[in-house]
């Protein structure tokens, strides 16, 4: 069988790399096992320098979430004596599919905290905005910079209402309050009212009463 002497292109490793930030956990096992059908195609030193690199950026990703955050391929020594030391494929596509799964935790971590931290932004910004007429889902998704629908999502799944019946909500539980204050302050000025009233002299009222009999 002849074996492929060139460099493993990059877009054979860049699957396995797109499995892994599409967050399709049931894609990974089968994106190693096609690149590594396809990296059995080349000489077993250019397909251990690709898996190498690919096994670097996996690991950049485990830890920082972004292969490109720090200097790519820094460790990649050490993946390619560890690929020397696997005696079957089996356990190298063991190891690899660790390395992605690893990686998909680290960046599911990082989209759970986003998440949560666009809908904490969209509901904040619904409280203090709700009395504006030009609120929008379409408005409120472009300040936030993500699409309608995935807002529509975000606030559904944190508050369990749609968009307009969350807003609604809001200004409902707003104008109550609102009135709240008014009864109190006018409950208050009443009170000032009486409290300042003059008090008729007692003693006076009968002393005029006894003269005028």
Known sequence: ??????SVPDSTLEFVLQAV?????ELLPKAVERMLAAACSYKVEQAT???SKLASDLQKIAKTGLAESITRHADFLDHYQR????????ELR??????????FGKL???????????????????RNHFGDQTLSLNGLAEKLTISPPYLSRLITEATGSSF?????????????????RVR??????????????????????????????
């Open 1 to 6: 069988m002849h074996l492929n002497s060139s």
């Open 21 to 25: 930030r599409s967050q399709d956990r």
């Open 49 to 51: 320098v690709a898996l």
């Open 83 to 90: 690929i020397w030391r696997i005696r079957s494929h089996a």
């Open 94 to 103: 063991a190891w690899l599919e660790k390395l992605c799964f690893d990686a």
């Open 108 to 126: 599911n971590d990082l989209n759970t905290v986003q998440t949560r931290n666009l809908a904490s932004e969209a509901i904040a910004y619904i």
């Open 164 to 180: 307009p019946d969350f807003v609604n909500l809001v200004s409902l539980r707003g104008s109550m309050a609102t009135n709240g």
């Open 184 to 213: 109190k302050r006018r409950c208050l000025a009443n009170v000032r009212a009486q409290l300042q009233r003059p008090l008729a002299d007692p003693l006076g009222h009968m002393y005029a009463s006894f003269v005028s009999a």
